[in-house]
């Protein structure tokens, strides 16, 4: 439990595979930084997010970015 809430743990570990996110903290699926670093690692990842950050601009354009380049170099 402790390591849900490990903010720089999550970091790196979304920052590595952005499903990650399901697995962290509430408070953490809502914190902009680990948000966009688990966006910019897998589009998906904005799944896991909050209901606030899926409505950040930022946020969802960074996962549909990396979301339409996987579908591009594919």
């Known amino acids: ?8 743990l999550v970091l ?4 590595i595979a952005g499903y990650e996110l399901e697995g962290a903290a509430e408070d953490l699926k ?5 948000v966009l670093a688990a966006t910019r690692s897998m589009g998906e990842a904005l799944e896991y997010a909050s209901s606030e950050m899926k409505d950040g601009v930022e946020i969802v354009c960074t996962a549909f970015q990396r979301r339409f380049s996987r579908c591009c170099i594919a």
């Open 1 to 8: 439990e402790n390591l849900r809430n490990d903010r720089d």
């Open 30 to 34: 809502n914190d902009n930084g680990i």
């Open 12 to 15: 790196k570990a979304v920052g």
